[in-house]
């Protein structure tokens, strides 16, 4: 199965608290929560991945 995360918008002015974000087969190991952005507020240094 393809990856999943849980990942949280921590930027003060965002309503967004979480999303999930699911991978395709094909993403690439060194990809990181870092190159996503939030899509409420299009933040980038707010996101946060969610450990469980």
């Known amino acids: ?3 999943t ?3 949280v918008c921590t930027a003060d002015d ?3 608290d ?3 974000n699911h991978y395709t ?3 690439p190991d060194e990809f ?3 190159e996503l952005s ?4 299009g933040g980038t240094d707010c996101l946060e ?3 469980l």
């Open 18 to 20: 979480i999303f999930e």
């Open 5 to 7: 995360e849980e990942v």
């Open 38 to 41: 939030c899509p409420v507020c």
């Open 32 to 34: 990181s929560v870092s």
């Open 14 to 16: 965002c309503f967004l």
């Open 1 to 3: 199965m393809p990856p």
């Open 49 to 51: 991945r969610v450990e």
């Open 25 to 27: 087969y094909d993403v």
